[in-house]
């Protein structure tokens, strides 16, 4: 691992992987997979020994985000993620007011997990709904019904936990457009602090992957897909999210992500804005002083106690400036051009004039004298606006 800074006002955010997961999703490409109680106690000591020994190289930074993702966190024992807590706090200097995350999913949660995970400083939940119809959950291959979920919801405020986002997908095989939206609107009325909403993406080696893969191909030919939505279709609903979630007094501030008023992701922003982060676990990434690496993926390797950081890469200032604007232009505000000239000593305009003119032309980018920042066409055409953004 990189040597790390030695400012003390160095910040950093911490992702733990927790690879486990009761039943694999019909769609999910994520390194995850169901194991053994046995397995999951050996992960857990051997993820506490990976803290101890990676913490001291960290000493001069402040914590300012921690995130358990998975897989399924909250499939653990409750004492398993507070033993994780307290071993993090000893070894990091994790700030107060630091922004603590769980993913959830419905069926995995009980009051006694709640009460733990309240104790144990974690202050926001990040549960996987996916949506609030039941044919359309076990179409996904999900483990709960939408009742369950509810029940996991108001355990979930019954414990104090303020900060709740909930995870959507839309753009599902065969799914209708005012089917979408019902789900939508009953997810809304409860209010929920952030929604993270995801079109979804046909991802190779799923069991969708084998069902839709062939229909994925036909959309992005510009074909008639027999059961994924057509791309126009997709497109309304990407729309009417937006719109709904306005009306609800909610704040879109990166592609897929709204919240309420300061109630937006620290952690998620960190990534996006190359913010350094520490990955522990199993096929975690990290990018820490632009060197950017992950641990390995073998769960066999993990649990002998192999941390040693897989495909190092150190990002040269090329690639570092192309981050800044692909990752940067997810959020809604854009990129700053002071912050810019600031992290590379030379103007956004010096190096990418050309493409934010041939992009604002076309109604895709708009230009400010503070930022350049996507426009409602560019955010339908996301991936190809940020695509001109790579440096020959």
Known sequence: MPETKKDSGAECGIYLHIPFCVLKCRYCDFLSAP????????????LLQEIKEKAPAFQNRTVTSVFFGGGTPSILKAGAISNLM???????????????TIEC???????????????????????????????????????????????????????????INLDIISGLPLQKEGDYEKSLKKLLRLRPE?????????????????????????????????????????RRMVHRTA????????????ISNFARKGR??????????????????LGAASLVDNHRFHNTRALDDYL???????????????GQMEETMFLGLREIRGVEKAEFYRRFGV????VYGKVIDEMSADGLLMETEQNVCLSTRGLDVANYVMAAFLLD
């Not at 994925?216 to 997709?234: D, H, M, S, T, V």
């Not at 002998?304 to 090329?318: H, L, M, N, R």
């Open 86 to 100: 307290d071993q993090i706090r000893t070894g990091f200097a994790v700030s107060d007011d630091a922004e603590i």
């Open 35 to 46: 194991a053994a109680e046995e397995t999951k106690e050996d992960y857990v000591r051997v």
């Open 264 to 281: 937006e992701s620290r952690h998620n922003l960190g990534y996006w804005r190359r913010s350094d982060y520490l990955g522990l676990g």
């Open 194 to 234: 952030h929604l993270s909403v995801y079109s979804l993406l046909i991802e190779e080696g799923t069991e969708f992957y084998r069902l839709y893969g062939e229909d994925a191909k036909i959309r992005e030919n510009g074909g008639k897909p027999q059961f994924l939505p057509e791309e126009e279709a997709e």
């Open 105 to 163: 999913n419905p069926g995995t949660l009980t009051r006694e997990k709640l009460a733990i995970y309240k104790g144990c400083g974690i202050n926001r939940l990040s549960m996987g709904v996916q949506s609030a119809d039941n044919a359309v959950l076990k179409m996904l291959g999900r483990i709960h019904t939408y009742e369950a979920f509810l029940e996991s919801f108001e355990l979930a405020r019954k414990a104090g936990f303020k900060n």
């Open 243 to 254: 719109a709904l979630l306005a009306e609800s007094g909610y704040q879109q501030y990166e």
């Open 304 to 318: 002998k106690y192999e941390f040693s950081p897989q495909e190092e890469e150190v990002i040269d200032k090329k």
């Open 347 to 350: 103007s956004m305009r010096n």
